[in-house]
């Protein structure tokens, strides 16, 4: 292991994530000093993150000084979950520096859900008595009485001279940490290695590894001849993505704020599902941004390849087993949800009961969050833990399903599926031909039968992790139902779950232990698993 190399390459890259900093910086300022506001400040928070970022960069290139700038497969494997775990720290500081956050954990917690992309969240605000006294949460799973989850809240309110309260929960939050937490979100949309194959030259050797190892999916298009190029042309596709969702927002909802239409779409796009607003997307009251955020949402989770296939003129290249599977997967699940759904009670974010569910309303919000969790993104604009049990076991299973290769969404990937589908058939078809010779493809594509195996073991792992998952969390004192909906809301990376852990109640319920599980499950299927595991296997830290 070429660990002088790790640490000069980690160095350098934290150096650029530094000037990232800059950016969410520059919005303190103006909220503190321009465009002076109630909430709290978090200027001098952004500057000791700067600070310790600058500080753990030189002490890595120290490390790292006098290298050969020659590295390979297995060094690229620690570059790439180095940086996660690094950036993940220096992405928390900011909820602890700004006191947003008190538990180091909770600031982890947040941090690597914004990063993965999942959107959970522990921030939830602190209740007071009459006596201005801080007290407990006491929620329980209706489904399980007997089991009450006591906890204390996380987020300061903001009161005026009198002592009023004038905001609480996330609206009680610096604006700049909030537009923090949701660009880390659209950083780790497409990756943070990913960001940087663009600008750092010495990537270039062990690129095209380092390009497969954050990309989701079995499979990876080159969409350029040189690694460097493609991660180029993904970003410059991804930032003029999320120009025009924030421009469509702006001019759609004049409820829609600048800042809260940059975190929508940071949000929106990368999959990743933070809000700023207490009532997340219900906030704003208006059906046509429910519908820009679906198509935006559908458009976040189809293989950004396809995309410059079509500005090429290249419409056939859409018309693949892949896509067209995953098109079909959201009609289906979004048409069953919606079938359950009619009739069926109206909540909103804080119980109150609004009417039932006509066909108009239930295709809305169906629609809405069924392709919300097929896509990994966790929107909500009603409390989806009182709707139909039905309705929640296909939105677990959407959640498995995930979107497609090659985009920013979570879950297993309906590629996957595909090529499980294709294993098994052809399989079946050996018992009475056996001498007839078969290739799995996707398309035109051949899949060869290393990539069979590493989709079997795939899924494998997702059920393996799933149940692991489950038993960890249920030792932790969380109940069943809520415990497999947070195993399937960490691992697929989508951010609300069922039972307990409902969007209305945030994840401040867990004890230590199950948030830090959730962290680890969170990373492990942003990074599909093969990328951690292999850390934990002997001979990767074997000198040869």
């Given at each position: 292991?070429?660990?002088?190399?790790?640490?000069?390459?980690?160095?350098?890259?934290?150096?650029?994530?530094?000037?990232?900093?800059?950016?969410?910086?520059?919005?303190?300022?103006?909220?503190?000093?321009?465009?002076?506001?109630?909430?709290?400040?978090?200027t001098i928070a952004f500057l000791k993150t700067i600070l310790a970022?600058?500080?753990?960069?030189?002490?890595?290139?120290?490390?790292?000084?006098?290298?050969?700038?020659?590295?390979?497969?297995?060094?690229?494997?620690?570059?790439?979950?180095?940086?996660?775990?690094?950036?993940?720290?220096?992405?928390?500081?900011?909820?602890?520096?700004?006191?947003?956050?008190?538990?180091?954990?909770?600031?982890?917690?947040?941090?690597?859900?914004?990063?993965?992309?999942?959107?959970?969240?522990?921030?939830?605000?602190?209740?007071?008595?009459?006596?201005?006294?801080?007290?407990?949460?006491?929620?329980?799973?209706?489904?399980?009485?007997?089991?009450?989850?006591?906890?204390?809240?996380?987020?300061?309110?903001?009161?005026?001279?009198?002592?009023?309260?004038?905001?609480?929960?996330?609206?009680?939050?610096?604006?700049?940490?909030?537009?923090?937490?949701?660009?880390?979100?659209?950083?780790?949309?497409?990756?943070?290695?990913?960001?940087?194959?663009?600008?750092?030259?010495?990537?270039?050797?062990?690129?095209?590894?380092?390009?497969?190892?954050?990309?989701?999916?079995?499979?990876?298009?080159?969409?350029?001849?040189?690694?460097?190029?493609?991660?180029s042309l993904l970003w410059k596709l991804y930032l003029g993505l999320?120009?025009?969702?924030?421009?469509?927002?702006?001019?759609?909802?004049?409820?829609?704020?600048?800042?809260?239409?940059?975190?929508?779409?940071?949000?929106?796009?990368?999959?990743?599902?933070?809000?700023?607003?207490?009532?997340?997307?219900?906030?704003?009251?208006?059906?046509?941004?429910?519908?820009?955020?679906?198509?935006?949402?559908?458009?976040?989770?189809?293989?950004?390849?396809?995309?410059?296939?079509?500005?090429?003129?290249?419409?056939?290249?859409?018309?693949?087993?892949?896509?067209?599977?995953?098109?079909?997967?959201?009609?289906?699940?979004?048409?069953?949800?919606?079938?359950?759904?009619?009739?069926?009670?109206?909540?909103?974010?804080?119980?109150?009961?609004?009417?039932?569910?006509?066909?108009?309303?239930?295709?809305?919000?169906?629609?809405?969050?069924?392709?919300?969790?097929?896509?990994?993104?966790?929107?909500?604009?009603?409390?989806?833990?009182?709707?139909?049990?039905?309705?929640?076991?296909?939105?677990?299973?959407?959640?498995?399903?995930?979107?497609?290769?090659?985009?920013?969404?979570?879950?297993?990937?309906?590629?996957?599926?595909?090529?499980?589908?294709?294993?098994?058939?052809?399989?079946?078809?050996?018992?009475?031909?056996?001498?007839?010779?078969?290739?799995?493809?996707?398309?035109?594509?051949?899949?060869?039968?290393?990539?069979?195996?590493?989709?079997?073991?795939?899924?494998?792992?997702?059920?393996?992790?799933?149940?692991?998952?489950?038993?960890?969390?249920?030792?932790?004192?969380?109940?069943?139902?809520?415990?497999?909906?947070?195993?399937?809301?960490?691992?697929?990376?989508?951010?609300?779950?069922?039972?307990?852990?409902?969007?209305?109640?945030?994840?401040?319920?867990?004890?230590?232990?199950?948030?830090?599980?959730?962290?680890?499950?969170?990373?492990?299927?942003?990074?599909?698993?093969?990328?951690?595991?292999?850390?934990?296997?002997?001979?990767?830290?074997?000198?040869?």
């Amino acid at each position: 292991m070429r660990y002088k190399e790790v640490f000069k390459i980690v160095g350098k890259l934290l150096f650029y994530f530094t000037l990232i900093l800059l950016i969410p910086l520059a919005v303190a300022i103006y909220f503190e000093f321009v465009y002076k506001t109630a909430h709290p400040n978090s200027t001098i928070a952004f500057l000791k993150t700067i600070l310790a970022c600058l500080i753990i960069s030189g002490i890595f290139l120290y490390f790292g000084r006098n290298t050969k700038g020659v590295f390979f497969r297995k060094e690229s494997v620690l570059i790439v979950i180095l940086m996660w775990v690094v950036v993940t720290i220096i992405s928390a500081m900011p909820f602890y520096f700004s006191k947003t956050l008190n538990s180091p954990v909770d600031c982890i917690f947040e941090s690597i859900s914004g990063l993965t992309t999942t959107g959970a969240s522990v921030m939830c605000p602190k209740l007071y008595d009459s006596s201005n006294k801080e007290k407990q949460y006491i929620v329980e799973n209706p489904h399980f009485p007997q089991k009450k989850y006591v906890f204390y809240g996380t987020i300061t309110p903001v009161r005026d001279k009198s002592g009023k309260i004038i905001y609480e929960g996330i609206e009680a939050t610096s604006k700049a940490v909030l537009f923090w937490r949701s660009f880390i979100q659209w950083l780790g949309g497409l990756g943070i290695v990913v960001l940087f194959l663009t600008v750092l030259p010495a990537l270039a050797v062990g690129g095209k590894f380092l390009l497969q190892a954050e990309m989701t999916g079995p499979v990876k298009d080159s969409i350029a001849p040189r690694i460097k190029e493609t991660a180029s042309l993904l970003w410059k596709l991804y930032l003029g993505l999320t120009i025009l969702e924030v421009l469509i927002l702006i001019i759609t909802n004049e409820k829609i704020e600048v800042l809260d239409a940059f975190c929508i779409t940071f949000s929106n796009l990368s999959t990743g599902g933070y809000a700023i607003r207490n009532d997340s997307i219900a906030a704003y009251g208006s059906g046509l941004t429910d519908w820009v955020i679906i198509v935006f949402m559908f458009i976040g989770s189809i293989n950004f390849a396809l995309y410059f296939h079509a500005l090429k003129g290249k419409f056939f290249r859409i018309y693949e087993p892949d896509f067209i599977l995953f098109v079909a997967v959201v009609i289906i699940g979004s048409g069953l949800v919606i079938y359950n759904l009619i009739g069926s009670k109206v909540y909103t974010l804080d119980g109150t009961i609004t009417g039932t569910y006509d066909f108009s309303r239930a295709l809305r919000s169906g629609t809405f969050h069924s392709i919300s969790a097929q896509t990994s993104t966790g929107f909500v604009t009603t409390d989806v833990a009182k709707w139909p049990f039905a309705c929640q076991i296909y939105m677990l299973l959407l959640m498995y399903i995930g979107g497609m290769s090659g985009a920013t969404c979570g879950g297993i990937k309906t590629s996957r599926f595909y090529i499980l589908y294709k294993i098994l058939k052809h399989k079946i078809e050996e018992i009475f031909r056996p001498t007839t010779v078969r290739h799995v493809k996707i398309g035109k594509k051949t899949i060869d039968s290393k990539a069979s195996i590493t989709v079997l073991t795939f899924f494998i792992l997702a059920g393996f992790f799933t149940i692991l998952g489950i038993v960890f969390y249920v030792f932790d004192h969380v109940d069943a139902e809520t415990s497999t909906s947070c195993v399937a809301c960490m691992l697929n990376n989508v951010g609300f779950a069922f039972g307990v852990a409902g969007p209305t109640t945030s994840f401040a319920f867990m004890h230590p232990f199950s948030k830090l599980l959730s962290s680890f499950l969170m990373l492990l299927g942003r990074l599909e698993y093969f990328i951690i595991l292999l850390i934990f296997a002997p001979s990767f830290w074997r000198a040869k």
